[in-house]
């Protein structure tokens, strides 16, 4: 049982060590490349083209962009799909209404997703020369859009009905996922104590 507890202790330890240094490091706008390519879309869990139609500002939280989907790609999405997105850092998304964008994203909620800084939403340059994106890409607004549309094809928008469960399936993030866990073990431990003790 010591060495149980020790492990356990040990195992607290590191994931302690390791949030505090995540929340030390600062944070670079600099993000690995990637190329366009099914693989990459694999880390998506929802890909499509749509309008923003508003923008809501950070006020200690993310900010939101209302976007018309105007074709989905991949995932389920409505023809009204809320983005949250950081807005504050360095790193910050700025969304303007009217403006096209691609958004390779995450679930947060049943019809909203969560902006990652490093994914590849792209904003769409009526001016090519002024479209940085496609440095870093390596491909153009164009290119990207072919693409989607020939290797993902096109998909269904979902019903505009609000159901009741929306807003319930609330992924959770890393902090609640490590409590979760550390819950869970403590729950474990508690069980194999009680066990022990008393049905030997």
Same mark, same amino acid.
């Given at each position: 049982?010591?060495?149980?507890?020790?492990?356990?202790?040990?195992? &607290?330890?590191?994931?302690?060590?390791? &949030?505090?240094?995540?929340?030390?490091?600062?944070?670079?706008?600099?993000?690995?490349?990637?190329? &366009?390519?099914? /693989?990459?879309?694999?880390?998506?869990? @929802?890909?499509? /083209?749509?309008?923003?139609?508003?923008?809501?500002?950070?006020?200690?939280?993310?900010?939101?962009?209302?976007?018309?989907?105007?074709?989905?790609?991949?995932?389920?999405?409505?023809?009204?799909?809320?983005?949250?997105?950081?807005?504050?850092?360095?790193?910050?998304?700025?969304?303007?209404?009217?403006?096209? !964008?691609? @958004?390779?994203?995450?679930?947060?909620?049943?019809?909203?997703?969560?902006?990652? !800084?490093?994914?590849?939403?792209?904003?769409?340059?009526?001016?090519?020369?002024?479209?940085?994106?496609?440095?870093?890409?390596?491909?153009?607004?164009?290119?990207?859009?072919?693409?989607?549309?020939?290797?993902?094809?096109?998909?269904?928008?979902?019903?505009?009905?609000?159901?009741?469960?929306?807003?319930?399936?609330?992924?959770?993030?890393?902090?609640?996922?490590?409590? @979760?866990?550390?819950?869970? @073990?403590?729950?474990?431990?508690?069980?194999?104590?009680?066990?022990?003790?008393?049905?030997?």
């Amino acid at each position: 049982m010591r060495r149980f507890v020790f492990y356990f202790s040990l195992l &607290l330890f590191c994931i302690q060590t390791s &949030l505090q240094l995540k929340a030390e490091t600062p944070k670079a706008c600099e993000c690995p490349l990637s190329n &366009l390519s099914l /693989k990459t879309c694999e880390a998506y869990e @929802i890909i499509f /083209k749509g309008l923003v139609l508003e923008v809501k500002a950070c006020g200690h939280k993310p900010g939101e962009a209302l976007f018309e989907v105007q074709e989905l790609y991949k995932g389920n999405a409505r023809k009204q799909f809320k983005v949250l997105f950081d807005c504050e850092s360095d790193c910050a998304y700025l969304f303007k209404p009217g403006e096209e !964008w691609i @958004i390779y994203s995450r679930y947060r909620q049943v019809n909203i997703a969560q902006m990652d !800084w490093c994914s590849r939403s792209r904003r769409f340059f009526r001016n090519d020369r002024e479209d940085y994106y496609a440095a870093t890409y390596g491909n153009s607004y164009e290119e990207e859009y072919a693409f989607l549309r020939k290797e993902l094809g096109l998909h269904r928008l979902l019903a505009n009905d609000q159901g009741a469960s929306q807003g319930r399936n609330l992924v959770p993030d890393t902090n609640q996922s490590v409590i @979760i866990l550390l819950v869970s @073990i403590a729950g474990l431990l508690l069980f194999y104590y009680l066990f022990k003790r008393f049905l030997k």
